[in-house]
């Protein structure tokens, strides 16, 4: 069983027991299905999109997919093997006399094992960690071919005298990523040199080092990304061999969700009321594209911003100021000298109100608010509303176990949005 059958193993494992296959990526499910019905198949996939739609994430949740079938099930390789290839592949040209077998047979244990007729051979249980059956490459123009094929160190050679010793090879990510995944971020980056050294293992399922005559099989899930901006910059003999997966931004409630698990695994001992989260994506995605691009990293910044806003003034509660003062610092942050007017005047202009977002997902709200135009500021408003108001709109909004606390802040939202 290849990398590919291995993979898909795992998956039915995973659906069959009832398990999540990507827990920590919300939204986006046709593209997740996809993402596995493509690498099934042994096929390289290019992930298209904006920044931040969880491209990355993806990836690396199908390391980790793939890691669990390693954990369970058995895997070996001959001992010392550079591309850790399945020992079954040189136990049927051995012992079965296979012919065909030792095609996949890398150069070094062909060597080793099957040329000296050897009777045994050594081996040891596969596990892929990361520089072993999971690499990363980002995509840049200064990326050389031999970083991706690896290359034979001449001068090593020259020392040892033996071309088959493992000392030799100096590995590069396609061996590195042997028996797992390589992942390339930003495709569109590297120049065609780079590209091209990709062509032989997306397409023969081998590769040959630089400064090498001798070819070495590969079997790998390849996994490749690009911002919508560089799509072009795909090389055509590269993209042919992959298939394209186009990756929307996730919808508003998806987003949210991510925003909520970042802040909580940054561990800021700070209460954010759930109103105030979704009011910095809704802010976020309002604003995109009116001067710059805000996608979901904005979010997610702006949020764990007003967090340390709120810590570094000594709050145990993230208050609207505390949320102005992330989207204004996230917002301000992405822009440049040329774009410095541009992107004021949207936040002077385009910015949203609190006080609409409030009345709209909370509407029992505005009665709320009518307290404070009769006594002029939020704590007292809070203090001479009645419990029955207060129970409903606790039961309106979403912040389990701090609703007090919350209640209280969005009133202080309101007026400090009316500068009362």
């Known amino acids: 069983m290849g990398v590919s059958g291995r993979f898909i193993h795992r998956i039915r494992e995973m659906v069959s027991e009832g398990e999540e296959i990507f827990p920590s990526i919300f939204g986006i499910g046709h593209v997740k299905r996809r993402l596995i019905e493509v690498l099934a198949t042994g096929s390289g996939v290019l992930m298209k999109g904006d920044f931040g739609v969880g491209k990355t994430h993806l990836s690396n949740a199908v390391f980790s997919v793939l890691q669990g079938y390693y954990q369970r099930h058995p895997v070996y390789t001959n001992m010392g093997c550079p591309v850790r290839e399945n020992s079954i592949h040189l136990y049927n040209y051995i012992v079965n006399k296979d012919q065909a077998?030792?095609?996949?047979?890398?150069?070094?244990?062909?060597?080793?094992?099957?040329?000296?007729?050897?009777?045994?051979?050594?081996?040891?249980?596969?596990?892929?960690?990361e520089g072993s059956g999971f690499a990363r490459l980002?995509?840049?123009?200064?990326?050389?071919?031999?970083?991706?094929?690896?290359?034979?160190n001449l001068l090593r050679f020259a020392d040892i005298g033996d071309p088959f010793d493992p000392r030799v090879l100096e590995a590069g990510?396609?061996?590195?990523?042997?028996?797992?995944?390589?992942?390339?971020?930003?495709?569109?980056?590297?120049?065609?040199?780079?590209?091209?050294?990709?062509?032989?293992?997306?397409?023969?399922?081998?590769?040959?080092?630089?400064?090498?005559?001798?070819?070495f099989p590969v079997d790998l899930l390849f996994i490749s990304t690009t911002n919508n901006t560089n799509d072009f910059r795909i090389h055509k003999a590269v993209a042919n061999r992959l298939v394209g997966i186009p990756i929307a931004r996730a919808e508003a409630g998806d987003e949210y969700l991510i925003v909520k698990k970042e802040i909580a695994q940054k561990g800021l001992d700070v209460g954010f009321p759930e109103l105030f989260v979704e009011f910095i994506v809704s802010a976020v995605r309002a604003l995109n594209n009116?001067?710059?691009?805000?996608?979901?990293?904005?979010?997610?910044?702006?949020?764990?911003?007003?967090?340390?806003?709120?810590?570094?003034?000594?709050?145990?509660?993230?208050?609207?100021?505390?949320?102005?003062?992330?989207?204004?610092t996230e917002i301000t942050g992405q822009g440049s000298d040329e774009t410095f007017d541009e992107i004021n005047e949207m936040l002077s202009k385009d910015f949203p109100s609190i006080v609409d977002f409030l009345k709209q997902r909370v509407p029992i709200m505005e009665n709320a608010f009518a307290f404070i135009d009769n006594f002029g500021d939020a704590e007292t408003a809070f203090l001479n509303m009645d419990n029955r108001l207060i129970d409903d709109i606790t039961a309106a909004i979403a912040d389990n176990g701090r609703s007090v606390e919350a209640i209280k802040a969005y009133l202080d939202a309101y007026a400090v949005a009316c500068g009362i």
């Open 290 to 328: 009116i001067a710059i691009y805000l996608g979901p990293r904005s979010s997610i910044r702006a949020a764990g911003i007003a967090c340390a806003s709120a810590l570094l003034d000594g709050r145990e509660m993230v208050s609207y100021c505390d949320v102005k003062e992330g989207l204004f």
């Open 138 to 152: 980002q995509g840049n123009e200064d990326i050389e071919p031999q970083i991706i094929l690896g290359m034979y």
């Open 173 to 215: 990510k396609l061996a590195q990523a042997s028996g797992g995944v390589l992942f390339v971020d930003e495709l569109g980056l590297m120049n065609n040199e780079a590209q091209y050294a990709l062509i032989q293992a997306l397409q023969e399922r081998q590769f040959t080092p630089a400064n090498s005559r001798m070819t």
């Open 101 to 129: 077998s030792i095609g996949n047979v890398c150069p070094v244990c062909r060597h080793k094992y099957a040329a000296s007729a050897a009777t045994s051979i050594p081996i040891e249980r596969v596990y892929i960690t």
